[in-house]
């Protein structure tokens, strides 16, 4: 069941241009905890130019979603300055938290951990997350729990999805990642391919700005392709080799590029919405081919995306219809939660907090932690 509409965003746009939105999502949970102690987390991420709080109860209903976007900011230099990004998060943040707990009727006294995004992502901003969460766990007492960005996106599946339990398959596909992910258990991920160049929504947004469309990207070539015609162009889909789950999109993008210069050599005019469209196809082919084959050889009937550009119409669309052919179960969040939010880290942070994992006032920013191999002297202490 997709629950998009039953999303309520209320928004307004700040003097600085920066879009505040809080998200309310969905109906109250009713189910409880057995010994009906719930767990109230408050979350907190700040990766990239998303600076997000919320407040998640038992890993799965969402009380409040604030998101401050600065990507108005970046537009005029088409892409994220990572300079910006830092300042801003420092400007937004505690503005973010305030009106997360106010939203959920919570005070700090009704939070039982915070969890914050430490990696992977740009340090500068990653460190202001870092930073508020460690201040106010320090003030008050409070247990720190530090989250995987990655697991947070993957995790945003359980709060669209009150049903879904691993292990299930999970295409993660951002603008930093394209991972194809065998979730086996809570906070157990096996990586079984990843990019060997760009991510999927770096060719997006590389794409977008080749033909004029401007950043970010994704949402501007998904718009531009519905206009478009997908069988006009036929770009590569690279494959890795016979037995690789591996992406790899800079061959595809280079095509891209070399199809703008030839026609301008030409003197001809280019289809916009047709080469958007082609691209795009050529992307979802490879995404969703992977995936399932991935998920008939790991024996899986579930079938997850996350990131950025599983937010994308057209994979969407594919994803769907591979899994009724198939006679998979398709789990795919609501757009709002596939993109940088905090519900999704309050969830990941949950399921961590449940197995003792608390870091400690050691935490620190990691900008390229790996998944699923976590290096727990960054982690800080267990509890266990
Ligand atoms: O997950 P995300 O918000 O941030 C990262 O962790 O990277 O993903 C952002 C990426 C950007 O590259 C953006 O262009 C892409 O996701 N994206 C999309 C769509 N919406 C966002 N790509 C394709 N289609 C979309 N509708
Ligand atoms: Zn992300």
Redesign the pocket.
């Given at each position: 069941m997709d629950k998009t509409n039953k999303e309520k965003i209320e928004r307004r746009t700040d003097e600085d241009g920066v879009i505040f939105m809080s998200i309310k999502n969905g109906e109250e949970d009713t189910e409880r905890k057995e010994d009906g102690k719930d767990i109230t987390i408050l979350a907190i991420e700040s990766?990239?130019d998303e600076t997000a709080a919320a407040i998640v109860r038992n890993g799965r209903e969402v009380l409040s979603n604030i998101i401050s976007s600065q990507i108005a900011l970046h537009t005029i230099y088409g892409g994220v300055v990572p300079e910006i990004a830092s300042r801003k998060h420092v400007e937004k943040i505690n503005g973010c938290v305030r009106a997360a707990l106010a939203e959920a009727g919570c005070t700090l006294e009704d939070i039982d951990a915070i969890a914050v995004t430490y990696g992977p992502g740009l340090v500068g901003a990653l460190l202001v997350g870092v930073s508020e969460a460690k201040a106010l766990s320090f003030a008050t007492g409070k247990p720190l729990v530090g989250v995987h960005?990655i697991e947070g996106?993957i995790c945003a599946n359980y709060i669209e999805y009150k049903e879904l339990e691993p292990p299930f398959m999970c295409l993660v596909a951002?603008?930093?990642?394209s991972h194809l992910v065998h979730v086996k258990d809570y906070g157990v991920y096996d990586i079984i391919g990843q990019t060997r160049d760009d991510a999927a929504?770096?060719a997006?947004?590389k794409v977008a700005r080749a033909i004029g469309l401007g950043y970010?990207?994704?949402?501007k070539?998904?718009k531009a392709a519905r206009e478009g015609n997908p069988d006009a162009i036929n770009f590569p889909r690279a494959k890795t080799s016979e037995k690789s789950y591996d992406f790899s999109f800079s061959g595809l993008k280079s095509a891209v590029l070399n199809y703008l210069n030839q026609a301008e050599m030409k003197g001809e005019e280019v289809n916009k919405n047709d080469v958007a469209a082609s691209f795009q196809k050529a992307v979802v082919d490879v995404l969703s081919e992977h995936t399932m084959q991935a998920a008939k050889e790991y024996g899986c009937d579930k079938i997850a995306i996350a990131?950025?550009?599983a937010?994308?119409?057209a994979l969407r669309e594919r994803l769907e219809m591979e899994c009724a052919k198939n006679g998979m179960t398709f789990y795919r969040p609501a757009p709002v939660l596939?993109?940088?939010n905090a519900a999704m880290i309050g969830a990941a942070g949950y399921y961590e907090f449940i197995k003792g994992n608390v870091a400690g006032m050691d935490l620190n920013a990691v900008p390229n932690l790996p998944l699923g191999d976590r290096e727990r002297r960054y982690h800080g202490r267990s509890s266990k």
């Open positions: 990766s990239c960005h996106h951002s603008g930093g990642h929504g770096e997006f947004d970010p990207g994704g949402p070539v998904d990131g950025g550009v937010s994308n119409t596939c993109t940088d």
